[in-house]
């Protein structure tokens, strides 16, 4: 998935939690628009979770970045709309990291931080005092380091490589798989495709990497209906066939 696809549905995540921490703010405990928001935000956020593994923003750098990547401008500005980013700021955490083990009470919690208040916070002592009585404090971590890849991810990824260098003949560049999928769409990689798809021969191993590329990740993510990256690559090959028929 590209990179803008990923934000904008972080970005939506954490919409869906800052509309929760407002209704906090502006209900009562315990009634139903509390309530109603909290668990939205919650389904959306572990529905993201399910996706991706893990929900993470960061204010290290300048702009801030989303999944590990810096947001653009226009990202950059709705963010600024939402109180928890300042949340953040003024309290000086400079991470927000949820995963998979999130529960409610957990998620919960991570809410009230953004809920709080000033008095709130400095009536246990402070950001860090308040976060750990929360029992939270792993969420808003000084710098956050994704964890590596197993030993078992990185044969399997190396397993990926060589069937598609198998697939493909040893003459299958990445970036034409990704021109395929739609996701890498300049000059000079159109061009060569478009080349490379004018006799069977040398289309058909590329055809067959990228198919195989694209079942892996399905398979990854655990994914058993038709993907829209699928969808797309069809779409892209039918094009390049119509341009040159065999």
């Given at each position: ?14 919409k ?24 939205k ?26 999944q ?5 401008r ?9 109180t ?10 400079p ?31 402070g ?18 380091f994704?964890?590596g ?34 996701k ?19 289309s058909i ?21 038709v ?20």
């Open positions: 998935m590209a990179k803008n696809d990923i934000q904008e549905e972080s970005l939506e995540t954490l869906l939690m800052n509309a929760a921490t407002t209704a906090i703010r502006l209900y009562p405990e315990g009634s139903p628009q509390v309530f109603d928001t909290i668990e935000a919650y389904q959306g956020t572990k529905a993201f979770l399910r996706k991706y593994g893990v929900l993470h923003f960061s204010l290290l750098a300048d702009p801030p970045c989303l590990g990547e810096a947001v653009d226009h990202t950059q500005e709705l963010l600024l709309l939402l928890f980013e300042e949340r953040l700021r003024n309290m000086n955490l991470e927000l990291v949820l995963d998979k083990q999130v529960d409610r009470k957990k998620f919960r919690n991570v809410l009230a931080v953004f809920a709080s208040t000033p008095d709130q916070v400095q009536a246990v002592g950001s860090v005092q308040f976060l750990e009585q929360l029992g939270v404090n792993k969420n808003f971590p000084e710098k956050y994704p964890p890849e197993s030993e078992k991810e990185k044969q399997q990824k190396e397993r990926i490589e060589r069937v598609i260098k198998e697939l493909s003949q040893g003459a299958v560049r990445r970036e034409y798989m990704l021109y395929l999928l739609d890498q769409i300049d000059e000079e990689t159109e061009e060569k495709v478009q080349q490379i798809f004018q006799t069977p021969e040398k191993p590329v055809i067959a990497a990228t198919t195989y590329f694209v079942l892996q990740i399905l398979q990854k993510k655990h994914i058993a209906v993907s829209p990256v699928f969808s797309k690559m069809i779409e892209r090959i039918t094009l390049l066939l119509d341009k040159k028929c065999f």
